[in-house]
């Protein structure tokens, strides 16, 4: 028999710990329309969840992570539909395990996530999934062949979510969204995209996209089938808990420190260029062994350096170039750095 399992459900990140109701009655009205289609009652699942029937109809009303997982979970078994009515054919309990396990054996997560798309096709003609790569920027494309009436959205954001929750977990990294696109109007619920994803996002596009640094796709897939194991038995929290990791900040630091110094002046302003907070920014250096500071100085260092030997400009204008506001701090620093002044080191 397959392993239990079930796509992540989109539901607001902290929630399942905090018990906090942000997740869209939208996504419940969806679910029962899944019933509806079968003309099944979806009165034991709502009651499981602890969903009163009449906050169904509100739309301002909100549901817990946990609240949504029991829903989606008696409603995936009880329709024997692990895409909830979304395509031509249920897809039967195990579904998405069984595409777990078809790109766990990839060598990188862009492999990983190439086989997840083909095999995806195997199972349903009415969305087609995409991994492209273009100046440094990775794109999933979901394409709408032809969703289900009404479940379009709750269909594409689940599939998006899935797939970035579990890109997220072969590599045991978080994968910051750049932004993302969806082919619907502007929904009346659109705050709730602010949680879902962590990059901006755009509605009324042509098509669905989420997009990435592309040097993601060449990090190794670290899980292995007993981990594989562990997560089908309980899916969601992968969605929910944010990966606290990621195995290639001190990069991007080092990338925008190096590309946009001025914008990158301080920790609040880099923090926005990376869509994170400088606190959480703060940390999750430290949990990679590193400091903004040291960071600041390495890539300081090399780019003066590299300004005084291959130019003539004026120390001022290399100052500024590096990203400090005077001179006089920078001649400061690079003293400390390297034991001898910007004009020293030139002249040397």
Known sequence: MPQPTRPFIPVAADALTQGVAATPMAFVQAILQAYALRDLSAASALELAQIAPDDVHRPSARITAAQMEALSGAAMRELDDEALGWF?????????????????????????????????????TRVRLGLSEHEGEATLAIDDLGITPGLQEFCIVSVMRNIHGLASWFID??????????????????????????????????????????????????????????????????????????????????????????????????????????????????DEGASLQALKDEVRRQRAIELLQRTQRPIKQVAQAVGFVNEKSFIRAFKAWTGRSPGEWRSH
């Open 88 to 124: 031509e054919r249920p897809l039967p309990w195990g579904s998405h395990g069984m595409l777990a396990r078809a790109s766990l054996s990839a060598p990188t997560l862009g492999v990983a996530l190439k086989r997840w798309c083909r095999h995806h096709g195997l199972l349903t």
């Open 173 to 286: 990294s978080r994968i910051p969204v750049l932004g993302v696109t969806f082919p619907f109007a502007q929904p009346d619920h659109a705050e709730a995209y602010g949680v879902l994803f962590d990059g901006p996002a755009v509605f009324g596009a042509e098509r669905a996209t989420l997009r990435f640094d592309a040097r993601y796709l060449a990090l190794p897939v670290q899980r292995d089938e007993a981990a594989m194991v562990q997560m089908l038995q309980r899916a969601l929290p992968l969605q929910v808990r944010p990966y606290r990791r990621d195995r290639l900040l001190v990069q991007r630091v080092r990338q925008v420190l190096a590309n946009q110094p001025l914008a990158a002046h301080n920790a609040d302003d880099l923090a926005a260029v990376l869509h994170t907070s400088a606190r959480t920014l703060h940390r999750q250096l430290r």
